[in-house]
Structures are given as C-alpha cells and as structure tokens.
C-alpha cells in the first residue's frame, strides 16, 4: 500500500516592507488562536511600557553622563597635547643651548687667531667669522627665550585645563552615582519585566514580533498595542486609543470578539479589546 508523504510548508521570509494585510493572513494561518496572540501581544506591550517607565525615571542622566564623559575625554587629550609641546620647547631649549656651547668655542676659536694674523685681509675674515657666529649666538638665545615664554604660556593654559577637569569630573561623579542610584533601585523590577517581555516574546512568531517591534518604532508614544479610547467620563468609546479616529462598527465587533487581528486603518496599531 502507498503512503503520502507529508510535507511542511516552509515559512516565508520575514520582510519588513510587508502589507497589513499579510500579517492578517499569518495571524489567522498560525496554529495559535488569535485570540491568544491578541493577548500575548497586549502583555508584550504591557512590559514594554513599564520598562520604558522605568528608563523615564532616569531622565536626561544617561545622556548627561555620556556629554560629561566625551567633554572629560576632550579636555584631558588637550591637556595631553600642551604637555607635548612643553617638552618640544624644553627640546628647542636643550638644542639651542648645546649650540650656544658651540658657538661659544668657535668664538674663543677665532679670537684667540685673531692675536696671530699677518694681514688685513685675515683680519676682516676672521672678524666676519665671529659676527656670523654671534648672529647665530643671538639667534639660539632668541629661540630659547621664546621658548621659556610659550611653556609659561602653555603651563597657565594647563592649570586652567587642570580646574575645569576637576570640576568636570566632580560633575561626572555625582552625575554617575544619581544614575546608579536610581538603577539600583530599579534593578530588580527591570529584571523582572525583561524576563517576562523575553517569554511573551518567544510566544510570538518572527514575523508577528517583528510587525509589532516595527509599529512599536514608528510611533511616537511607543505603543504598539491599544484598545479603545477613553471618553471624558473614564467610558470606552468607539475610537482608536491610539489616534482617536472612530472606528467602523463591524471593526468594533471583529475587535471585541477578539478573533480577528485588527489594525488602524489611521495610525497602524493593532487594537484590541480592553477586557482581554
């Protein structure tokens, strides 16, 4: 007797340029009921705002910090660079002053020939060899006054440098230990939402998750997942919680049912009745 074979049909590729309207269709083709997923999602969505919350909680601080710590790191590599000119000063100096010990022979050299010339002719030559040798005398103590002036510049520029480092790093300090506070106390409420936004999402499909992570992206307050909108007397409406456009009433009870995946036609997020 011949068997069939059974085969799988092979999931299609995620895309993140996908339609609405094939996201529908995985919704009804998944062997989970859509009525849970509706709710695995709203879950999802749940966790999601209270770990944004809890980073509300630490405002500007992460980004302060981060501003502290590139200004810091600014300031010290400036610091650095003047060291390095100091002592490419100290360099000119060193160098200028083993030229004006040399300089210094050679003048001791052609006057102590000056005590032995013969003629005019080697008078004015050797004369002419020590004004060049004292020009460039003058010239190496120039170079090293020059020198000694700019590292006193450079010094002054540094212990500028130096306070507005202290002070930034008094800054950056107390800066790091509010937001450390503020994580510590945090810390084990954002464990515990993670855990639990990490198992709704593994209950969810590649592609339905990255719908979600995409919607989730795309608005403005983060939501990805809402029910209806809320009247003035705290009473569910007939409206999108998430842009408040009205919504038809057959999507109102396809919603309410909660066996039909439904999305905003105004503002792309899934809706969901509220009693899920």
């Known amino acids: 007797m011949a068997t069939t074979k059974k085969t799988t049909k092979a999931p299609t590729p995620v895309d993140e340029r996908e339609t609405f309207v094939s996201l529908q269709k995985n919704f009804a083709d998944s062997e989970q009921s859509t009525q849970e997923k509706l709710k695995v999602l709203f879950e999802l969505q749940a966790a999601d705002i209270a770990i944004d919350d809890l980073i509300h909680l630490r405002g500007e601080l ?3 910090v981060a501003i502290l710590e590139e200004e810091l790191s600014g300031l010290k590599a400036k610091s650095e660079r003047i060291g390095q000119m100091i002592e490419g000063y100290n360099q000119t100096i060193e160098a200028a002053g083993k030229q004006i010990v040399e300089l210094d022979a050679e003048i001791e050299k052609y006057r102590a020939q000056l005590e032995n010339i013969s003629n005019s002719r080697e008078f004015d030559s050797i004369n002419k060899e020590l004004e060049n040798q004292g020009l460039l005398r003058a010239i190496a103590e120039k170079n ?3 020198a ?8 002054i520029d540094r212990e500028r440098l130096a306070d507005r480092i202290l002070i930034r790093e008094e800054d950056l300090k107390a800066k790091q230990e509010e937001l450390a506070t503020i994580v510590e106390s ?16 593994a209950k969810i499909d590649e592609r339905t998750l990255s719908a979600y992570e995409r919607i989730r992206a795309n608005a403005h307050n983060h939501l990805a997942v809402v029910t209806f909108a809320k009247n003035s007397q705290g009473e569910y409406s007939d409206a999108c919680g998430g842009c408040f456009h009205i919504i038809t009433p057959q999507r109102k009870i396809d919603i309410s049912t909660g066996k039909k995946l439904v ?3 105004h503002c792309g997020r899934i809706i969901v009745n509220p009693d899920i």
């Open 62 to 64: 992460p980004a302060e």
């Open 144 to 146: 090293i006054g020059e």
């Open 148 to 155: 000694r002036q700019a590292i006193e510049d450079r010094k």
């Open 186 to 201: 945090t810390a084990k409420e954002e464990k515990a939402l993670r855990a639990k936004r990490d198992a709704c999402a």
């Open 263 to 265: 999305i905003c036609e």
